[in-house]
């Protein structure tokens, strides 16, 4: 199991649990001299310098929208706010979110996570679902209720197993793909993946994803680590695994390419030394999954 800490995850805020019980306590938090912003345009992030731009609450633009509350550090609030609505929309500093990731420390990148997946999910939830009738947010956002019929409607976290697969026990070869769509043909190949079904089990997951993308049959599977993926709001869930057959078979609507690549090659591809092969780069979990295996920081 590995103890790195992924982009996107290790956030810094406690969430404040108890405190969200009450509503006037949550609004007391924003109206607090100290409270921190985190302005939002169209899910892209403020910046200034290449670093996160917290304002207070004087600093922010005239907006419609509520902020959200993230949580506390060091007893100070921190929120996140969208201003799409605001004449902030034409202000240059809204960064990407991906982009900006790339440059910042870990612990910024999992608040940034926590904020853009929240303020994307009540963008998509204003109505119920069951009903159809305005909903509002609750518990500084940690729930939307139905002003109608009352429902509580909780935000999603979407499950994807993304697995690396090698050929037996203690093998030598591992197991990449490539997507169709604009990777097609190149030779950029990643661990596979997909989402977790309902009434699956993780283990369940890795063998009928690797099964439906690459015709392989899947034994062992074991834990590796997870990453918070905000685009929208999934969880990467990684996992090493052994294959029991060999032929690879792909599904060819959905992937270009399976191949098995030599621990070598691997290796010098997550250093960026291979002319021939491309993988993910540090930012994202199937990284982590290749080199750690390639490097023999895993047993498998």
């Known amino acids: 199991m590995s103890t790195h800490t992924h982009t996107f995850a290790g956030n810094p805020l406690d969430r404040g649990e108890a405190l969200r019980r009450d509503e006037a306590s949550i609004d007391a938090l924003g109206q607090r001299a100290d409270a921190r912003f985190l302005p939002f345009n169209r899910l892209k992030v403020l910046t200034n310098g290449g670093n996160l731009d917290w ?20 007893h100070q609030p921190h929120f996140a706010l969208d201003v799409s609505d605001s004449l902030w929309q034409e202000r240059e500093e809204f960064q990407d979110c991906r982009a900006v990731a790339a440059s910042l420390p870990t612990e910024d990148t999992g608040i940034i996570a926590q904020a853009r997946a929240q303020l994307d999910w009540h963008r998509r939830n204003r109505f119920c679902s069951q009903c159809g009738e305005p909903s509002k947010a609750e518990r500084g956002g940690q729930v939307r209720r139905c002003s109608a019929c009352q429902s509580h409607i909780f935000p999603r976290t ?60 899947v034994g062992h599977v074991q834990y590796h680590s997870s990453q ?64 750690s295996w390639a490097i023999g920081d895993v047993t498998i």
């Open 158 to 217: 979407d499950p994807v197993v993304i697995m690396l697969i090698v050929d037996k026990p203690g093998g030598n070869r591992c197991l990449l793909g490539q997507g169709q769509g604009r990777m097609a043909q190149s030779k950029f190949y990643s661990a596979l993946a997909g989402f977790v079904d309902q009434g699956e089990s993780l283990e369940e997951a890795v063998r009928r994803e690797v099964w439906e993308e690459a015709g392989l049959r």
């Open 55 to 74: 304002v207070t609450r004087a600093e922010l633009p005239q907006t419609d929208n509520e902020p959200i509350f993230l949580g506390l550090m060091n």
């Open 228 to 291: 918070p993926w905000p685009f929208p709001s999934s969880l990467m869930i990684g996992c090493h695994g052994i294959a029991d057959t060999h032929a690879i078979n792909i599904d060819e609507t959905e992937m270009a390419d399976v191949s098995w690549f030599e621990r070598e090659e691997a290796l010098s591809a997550v250093h960026g030394n291979n002319a021939d092969l491309t993988v993910p780069g540090a930012m994202a979990i199937a990284h982590h999954l290749i080199r």
